[in-house]
């Protein structure tokens, strides 16, 4: 499961790119395997959309 920590340093759309990237090389996650979407992970996490939406962003410029 996909988790933050608002108090963190660490911004959050940082901390959810490694979550994944994680996720993704731990095999938890795997090609073609749907992921949630933006707006699912923004009301599960009650995350703004803009920042979960930059994570994915950088993990698809990095090829995950």
Known sequence: ???VDIRSRVPIYEQLYENV???ILQGALVEDE???SVRELASLL???PNTIQKAFK???KDGY
């Open 1 to 3: 499961m996909i988790q």
């Open 21 to 23: 990237r994680k996720m």
């Open 34 to 36: 749907k992921i949630p």
């Open 46 to 48: 009650t995350i703004n």
């Open 58 to 60: 950088a993990l698809e």
